[in-house]
C-alpha cells in the first residue's frame, strides 16, 4: 500500500512542526525518515495512522484520503496498520500472549485455540519463546520490543510504522531488532515506515530514505543518495556534527 | 484593568472550560454503551475491581461510622430523655447522607485514583495511542466500562454500608449504652421510609459516576511522564471529593 | 476463593446487596409504591396544628392509613385521610388528632362509631370530631381559673381590707360580746325558773318510762311502721332526685319543656287553645265534637288502630315486601355491596384522564420543524398510552438490499430511500414509578424504549429515548429537557440523533397541551349564545 502526503501543515500552540510537507512512501519497501529529536518525526507518523489530523494538507493511504475520512472508516484503514512504539506500549495489566491476542479478538472471529495458534506463531516470528505467561514488567526493553512487533504483525497488516525502533537498546540488541526488521519485511512484504534518528542501522534497513528538518523533507531517495548528499545539513546530520543555525 | 479581568477570569473560563469537557466526555460515554461490541467482560472486571474489592474498606468505615454515631448522637439525646430516638438518627443519617457520601469518598480514594492513575499510566507510556491504532476506541474499552461499573457497584456497596451501620450503631446503642433493642429497633422502623434508602442510593449512584468520570477523564488528559500521572491522581480524588460533596447538596435538596 | 471467576464474584456481591436492601425495605415496611389503594375520607377539623401529610391514621392504636391532604375549607382544616381497602370505617365514627411522644408527633386517631352505623363511603365526611386538647388549650383554661381566683381574692380584700372594713369588723366582734353579756346575765336572772325546768322535765321522763313500760308491744309496733313509711319516703324521694336531675339537665322531653322558656310560652298558648276547644266540644259544637259525640266514631277509630297495630307487628316480624327489606340483614348488604361497588367505578373515572399535545421541535441541523401532534390516555395516574403523529422535516429512511445476477456475479446494491412528506406514527405504553417513567413500543415508526424523569413537581422532565435500532448503524437516541413554567404550556431542547454524526442536531422548542379536564371547563365557561 502506498502513503502519500500532501503539503501537510501542523502547528502546535503557535509552533510550526510540519510545514507543506510532501513524501510518497513507495510500497512493499522500507523508508526510513531521519531528523533530529524533537523534530517532528512521531508527529509525521502519527498523520500517517490519524492519530492527528493535519491542519490542512491530506493523507492518502492507498486510494483513501484519511484526513477527511470519520472515525469509524479510519478505524476500517486501521486494520491494514501495525505500529511498533517507542517503548513497545505494551498493555502492562495484560500477559504477553493477552496482548499479542488483543487485536485479533477484537477484530477476528477466531476461536480461543486459533488465536493461541497464531499468537505462538507471532512469537516464533520474533524470535521468543515460553513467555506467553509472563507480564510486560518482566521483561528486558529488547524483548518488549519484539513483543510490541509482534502484536503489530498479530493481523497480518500491509503497512508497518516503528517509531524509533532502536532507541534505547544495546548495540547487539540493536542489530537484532535491525535484523527482525528486515526479515519481517521480507517475510511480510509489508509497506514499512521507520523514523530513527540512528545512522548505522538506518543504512543497514533502508531502501528509501528521507531526511526531515524544519518541517519539511529536504532530501529523499537510496541511501547512498542520502550518504553523498550535497545538502549541508544532510552532510553534517550524517556526519554527526552539531547543526548551528545559519 | 483588562489585564485584572484576565488574571480574575481566566480561573473561571478554564474551569467552565474543564466542565463542558467532561461533559462532553460522558456524552461520548454514553453514546459508547449503546454500540457493539459492549465489553461485557470488561464492566465485570471493573465491577469486581470496583465493587467487590472495596467491601472491606466500606465494611470498616460504614460499621464505625455507625458507631460513632451512636454515641454522639446518646449523649445528646440523653440530655431531654429521648435515648429511643438514637437508633432511628443512626438509621436515617446512614441511610440519607452519611452511608452514599462516606462510601462514595472512600471509593474515590480507593478506586478513583486507581483509574487516573492506570488510564495516566497508558496515555504517557502511549499504550492509548496503541489502542487507536489497534481500531479500538479507549473510551469505550477503558472509560465506558469504568463508568458503567461505579454507577451499578456504588449503590450496592451503599446498602452494605447503610446495614452495616445500623448493625454498629445498634451494638452501641443496645449493648454499651443499654438502649432497650425493642424500642431501638421500633424508631428505626417508624421514623424510616423506603424512599430514605432509595434516595441514598440513587445518590450514590450519581457519585459513583462522578467519581469515574473525573478519574478517567483527568487519567485520560495525562501529560508529562510519571510527574504527570502523579498530578493528575491527586487532582481527581481532590476535584472528585468536592464534586462529591457539593452535588450531595443538591441532589439532597432537590429529593428530600 | 481465587478460583471463583470475576462475574461470579461479581454476582455474589451483587446478591448480597440486593438481598439487604430487600431486608431493610421489608422491615421500613412502607412498601407502598402507590399512593391511591384504599380509599379516601375527610374529615373538617377546627384546626390541624402540626398534623403533616403521610402521618398515620390509627384505629385502636393500629396503623389504617394516612393522611393524604390537608387544605384549608371554610376557616377549618380540610384533611383527606386514606383508609386501607379492608378496613371499614363507620359513619357516625370520630376522628381526633392526638399526639405521640415528648416530641409531640401528631396522628389522627379514629374512634370507632357504633356499630348498627353504616359504613362510610370513598368520598365520604366524618362529621363527628373532638376538638384538640393540646398544651395552649389547657393552658388557657388554667390561666382562666387563675384569673378567676384573683377576681375573687380581690373582692375579699376589698371588702375586709382598707380601715372601713377593719372598722366593720371591729364592730361585728364587739356585738357579740354584748350578745354574750346579755345572755349571761338573763342566765344568772332566771337561775332559779331553770333548776325548776329541769326538775319538770325530770319527772316527765319518769312518768315516760312508766308508760313504755306498760305499753312496750304497741310502741315497737308504731316504730316498724314509722321506719316502714321513712323507707318508701327515701325511695321516692330518690326517684323524685332523679327525675328533677333529667329536667334539670334537660333530658327527656318533661326537661327540655321546662328548661326552654318559649316551650313554656307555647305550652301556655296550646292550653289556652286547648281548653277553649274543649269547652266548645263540651258543648257539642263543630264536626269534631259532633264525632267525638258519637259513639260510633270512637268504634271505627278503635278498629283503625287496631289493623295500624297489626301491620306494625307484621312489618316489625318481617312478613311482606317492606317487612323482609326492613328485617333482613341480607337485603341491606346486598345495597352495601352495590353502593360499594358503584363506588369504585365511579372512583376509577374519575382518575381516568386524557391529554392532547402538540410539540415542535426546530432542529438546527436541519433548519426546519419537526411537529408532533400526541394524544395521551392516562387510565391511571401511573400509566398512560401515548399516540403520535409526528411530521418530520428528515423524513422516513427506507433501506433496500437488491441482488442483482450481472453476467454471473451477483452484485449488491444497497438503496437508501428517503421519502419527504410521509407522517411517522408512534404507539407507546408507559408506566410510573416515582419520579421514573418507562415506555416503549413504536417511537417514529420503529421499536424503541425511553425513559423520562420527572423534577420539581413535574415541572421539569428529562427524557432519553431510543429507538430505529439497524445492525448497520448507530441506533436513534434522543436527549431531551421539557420545563413547564405555567401550566399547558412548555419548553424544550434537547440533541437528538446524537450518535449519528450525519444527522445529530440540537433543537429548540415549545408546546402546548390540554386535559379532557380543560376542555370541559373551557365549554362551559364559554358564554353560549342563547
Redesign the interface.
Not at chain 2, 132 to 137: E, G, L, R
Given at each position: 500500500m502506498k502513503i502519500e502526503l500532501l503539503n501537510v501543515c501542523k502547528s502546535f500552540k503557535g509552533q510550526v512542526v510540519l510545514d507543506n510537507l510532501n513524501l510518497t512512501v513507495e510500497p512493499n519497501k522500507i523508508t526510513v525518515i531521519i531528523g533530529k529529536s524533537g523534530g517532528g518525526k512521531s508527529v509525521l507518523l502519527?498523520h500517517v495512522?490519524?492519530?492527528i489530523r493535519p491542519d490542512s494538507g491530506s493523507v492518502f493511504i492507498g486510494d483513501d484520503e484519511i484526513s477527511a475520512l470519520?472515525?469509524k472508516k479510519l478505524?476500517?484503514i486501521?486494520?491494514n496498520?501495525?505500529?511498533l512504539?517507542?517503548?513497545a506500549?505494551?498493555?502492562?495489566?495484560m500477559t504477553v500472549g493477552d496482548n499479542i491476542a488483543?487485536?485479533i479478538r477484537?477484530?477476528t472471529r477466531f476461536s480461543k485455540a486459533e488465536i493461541d495458534v497464531i499468537v505462538k506463531e507471532k512469537l516464533r516470528q520474533v524470535g521468543l519463546k515460553r513467555v506467553t505467561q509472563k507480564m510486560p514488567s518482566e521483561l528486558s526493553g529488547g524483548m518488549r520490543k519484539r513483543v510490541g512487533l509482534a502484536r503489530a504483525l498479530a493481523l497480518d497488516p500491509k503497512i508497518i510504522?516503528f517509531d524509533e525502533p532502536t532507541t534505547g537498546l544495546d548495540p547487539i540488541m540493536c542489530d537484532a531488532i535491525d535484523r527482525l526488521i528486515v526479515k519481517t519485511q521480507r517475510h511480510t512484504n509489508a509497506t514499512c515506515l521507520v523514523i530513527s534518528h540512528d545512522i548505522d542501522s538506518t543504512f543497514k534497513i533502508a531502501h528509501k530514505v528521507a531526511m526531515l528538518y524544519d518541517g519539511k523533507i529536504i532530501e529523499y531517495g537510496s541511501p547512498d543518495k542520502i550518504k553523498w548528499s550535497e545538502n549541508p545539513v544532510v552532510k553534517n546530520f550524517i556526519a554527526g556534527k552539531s547543526i548551528s543555525k545559519h | 484593568m483588562l489585564r485584572f479581568f484576565e488574571y480574575v477570569g481566566k480561573p473561571f473560563v478554564l474551569l467552565i472550560e474543564a466542565f463542558g469537557k467532561v461533559i462532553l466526555l460522558l456524552v461520548s460515554t454514553i453514546s459508547w454503551m449503546v454500540r457493539p461490541p459492549y465489553r461485557i467482560h470488561e464492566i465485570f472486571k471493573q465491577m469486581e475491581f470496583v465493587g467487590v474489592n472495596s467491601l472491606p474498606v466500606v465494611i470498616i468505615t460504614g460499621a464505625f461510622t455507625g458507631m460513632v454515631l451512636a454515641i454522639q448522637t446518646y449523649y445528646g439525646f440523653k440530655m431531654f430523655g429521648g435515648e429511643s430516638l438514637v437508633g432511628a438518627t443512626v438509621a436515617l443519617s446512614m441511610t440519607r447522607e452519611l452511608g452514599p457520601a462516606i462510601t462514595a469518598l472512600m471509593v474515590t480514594g480507593r478506586v478513583g485514583s486507581a483509574m487516573a492513575a492506570?488510564i495516566g499510566?497508558?496515555r504517557v507510556?502511549?499504550?492509548i495511542?496503541?489502542l487507536?491504532?489497534?481500531?479500538?476506541?479507549p473510551v469505550q474499552y477503558l472509560i465506558m466500562p469504568r463508568v458503567i461499573a461505579s454507577i451499578m457497584m456504588l449503590p450496592v456497596l451503599t446498602i452494605v454500608s447503610d446495614f452495616i451501620g445500623i448493625v454498629g450503631g445498634y451494638f452501641v446503642g443496645v449493648r454499651l449504652l443499654n438502649i432497650n433493642s425493642g424500642i431501638f429497633v421500633a424508631r428505626i422502623i417508624e421514623f424510616v421510609a423506603l424512599s430514605d434508602i432509595v434516595n441514598g442510593l440513587i445518590k450514590s449512584a450519581v457519585f459513583g459516576l462522578i467519581l469515574s468520570l473525573v478519574g478517567c477523564y483527568k487519567g485520560f488528559g495525562t501529560f508529562g511522564g510519571a510527574a504527570g500521572v502523579g498530578r493528575a491522581t491527586t487532582q481527581s480524588v481532590v476535584i472528585s471529593s468536592v464534586s462529591i460533596l457539593i452535588s450531595d447538596y443538591f441532589l439532597t435538596a432537590v429529593m428530600f | 476463593m481465587s478460583k471463583l471467576s470475576v462475574e461470579a464474584k461479581v454476582g455474589v456481591f451483587v446478591v448480597i446487596g440486593v438481598v439487604l436492601l430487600c431486608y431493610m425495605s421489608m422491615k421500613v415496611g412502607k412498601l407502598n409504591f402507590s399512593n391511591n389503594k384504599g380509599y379516601a375520607i375527610e374529615v373538617l377539623f377546627d384546626s390541624a396544628t402540626g398534623l403533616a401529610r403521610d402521618v398515620t391514621v390509627e384505629k385502636a392504636g393500629v396503623e389504617i392509613g394516612r393522611v393524604q391532604d390537608i387544605s384549608l375549607r371554610d376557616g377549618k382544616a380540610l384533611v383527606v385521610l386514606r383508609i386501607k381497602q379492608a378496613i371499614k370505617v363507620k359513619k357516625d365514627a370520630k376522628a381526633v388528632i392526638r399526639t405521640r411522644g415528648i416530641l409531640g408527633d401528631k396522628y389522627v386517631e379514629i374512634i370507632a362509631g357504633s356499630a348498627s352505623a353504616p359504613d362510610i363511603m370513598g368520598g365520604g365526611r366524618l362529621t363527628r370530631t373532638m376538638p384538640v386538647t393540646d398544651m395552649d388549650t389547657l393552658l388557657n383554661v388554667l390561666g382562666e381559673v387563675a384569673n378567676d381566683i384573683k377576681l375573687l381574692t380581690t373582692v375579699m380584700s376589698n371588702v375586709l381590707g382598707g380601715e372601713e372594713g377593719e372598722a366593720a369588723v371591729r364592730a361585728i366582734v364587739s356585738n357579740l360580746r354584748g350578745i354574750v353579756t346579755t345572755l349571761n346575765q338573763s342566765i344568772e336572772r332566771n337561775s332559779s325558773d331553770i333548776d325548776r325546768m329541769i326538775d319538770n322535765l325530770a319527772g316527765f321522763s319518769d312518768t315516760l318510762r312508766s308508760i313504755g313500760d306498760d305499753n312496750q308491744g304497741d310502741i315497737k309496733e308504731i316504730i316498724t311502721s314509722v321506719r316502714r313509711v321513712s323507707g318508701s319516703m327515701e325511695s321516692l324521694v330518690a326517684d323524685l332526685e332523679e327525675i328533677t336531675e333529667k329536667i334539670n339537665t334537660g333530658q327527656g322531653s318533661i326537661g327540655r319543656l321546662i328548661n326552654d322558656d318559649s316551650t313554656i310560652d307555647n305550652l301556655n298558648e296550646t292550653l289556652a287553645a286547648l281548653k277553649e276547644i274543649a269547652q266548645s266540644i263540651s258543648q257539642g259544637e263543630g264536626t269534631l265534637g259532633r264525632l267525638i259525640a258519637e259513639d260510633q266514631t270512637i268504634d271505627s277509630l278503635n278498629t283503625t288502630l287496631a289493623s295500624l297495630d297489626e301491620i306494625t307487628t307484621k312489618i316489625n316480624s318481617g312478613e311482606g315486601t317492606l317487612g323482609r327489606l326492613v328485617n333482613e340483614d341480607e337485603t341491606v348488604e346486598s345495597l352495601n355491596t352495590t353502593l360499594t361497588q358503584l363506588n369504585n367505578y365511579l372512583e376509577k373515572q374519575d382518575t381516568f384522564r386524557t391529554y392532547l399535545d402538540y410539540r415542535g421541535e426546530y432542529l438546527f441541523n436541519s433548519e426546519a420543524l419537526k411537529s408532533y401532534l400526541s394524544l395521551r390516555i392516562q387510565p391511571r395516574e401511573d400509566k398512560y398510552y401515548l399516540l403520535q403523529i409526528i411530521d418530520d422535516p428528515e423524513g422516513k429512511e427506507s433501506v433496500t438490499d437488491t441482488y442483482r445476477d450481472i453476467n454471473g456475479t451477483v452484485v449488491q446494491e444497497h438503496e437508501v430511500k428517503v421519502e419527504y412528506d410521509v407522517l411517522k406514527f408512534s404507539a407507546q405504553v408507559a408506566k410510573r414509578y416515582y419520579n421514573l417513567a418507562i415506555r416503549g413500543g413504536l417511537l417514529e415508526s420503529t421499536g424503541g424504549f425511553g425513559f423520562d424523569y420527572y423534577f420539581l413537581d413535574d415541572k421539569l422532565l428529562m427524557s432519553l429515548e431510543a429507538f430505529d435500532f439497524s445492525l448497520d448503524r448507530n441506533p436513534h437516541l434522543k436527549a431531551k429537557i421539557d420545563y413547564t413554567p405555567f401550566s399547558h404550556l412548555y419548553l424544550t431542547t434537547g440533541y437528538d440523533n446524537f450518535v449519528n454524526?450525519e444527522s445529530r442536531s440540537f433543537f429548540i422548542g415549545g408546546g402546548i397541551n390540554f386535559s379532557d379536564e380543560d376542555v370541559k371547563t373551557l365549554f362551559t365557561s364559554i358564554p353560549l349564545p342563547y
Open positions: 502519527k495512522i490519524g492519530l470519520n472515525d478505524n476500517e486501521r486494520k496498520f501495525g505500529m512504539f517507542q517503548d506500549a505494551l498493555f502492562d495489566s488483543f487485536p477484537e477484530h510504522l | 492506570e499510566t497508558m507510556t502511549e499504550q495511542d496503541a487507536y491504532t489497534m481500531s479500538v476506541n | 454524526e
